[in-house]
């Protein structure tokens, strides 16, 4: 949606166009579950916080400002709240135990792009466009080795600013901190491919289909510990 000067726009219009609407942008797209209210009061202190900027350049300010509020604004969508989760205590220490990665960062290795809606080579601007078609599709999990050199790996995700992960994977894919741990003997083992999918898909695929295959394809690797990293 856009406006002329001629027409007025409400604080709900303005704040909910942050989140795949005329003004996209996956970093503040929290704002769209913040009560009007709320995101009123999250502008008038980024304000007060960007005119001290002007004082003495401390940005920091700013950038603990809209961390402390996507997270508020993250805590009030609670479209997947569960009371308990399944816990397993380890059978042996971590230092002897095969651990594998899974992370929703939607990365994937050049030459192996996983598709999404059957797409090949799609931007990541595409993947924000289709973000409703993609959020009905299967998730596909790309293999990476933990080896893979960073310039041959790739992400796209239609569900936030990849711009962080593409400055460094770890971020979002550990995959150097692990093999760092194994090397100090933290670890016991590392499995030869991390994982990795892109987390706006069908929840309802994910935890019907995709997760049993995929708990399967880790037993058959003899996986005893799993890192989990929710983007």
Known sequence: MTTSPSQSESLTEFKDSFAYGSRTDLNFK??????????????RLLLLKLGAVLDDGDFGRVIDHVLEWQARGYAEAKQFAYDDGPFTVLAKPLTAARMALISSSGHFVAGDDPRPLGIADMTQEMAVAKIMEIIKAPPTLSAIPFDTPPQRLRVRHGGYDIR???????????????RQLRAEGKIGALTDVAYAFMGVCSQIRLLKQSGPQWVALLQEKEVEALLLVPV
Do not use: M, R, T, W
């Open 30 to 43: 929290f704002l769209k579950s913040l009560p009007d209210q709320e995101a009123a009061e999250f502008f």
């Open 164 to 178: 962080g992960a593409q400055a460094d994977h770890n971020v979002v894919l550990p995959i150097d901190g692990l």
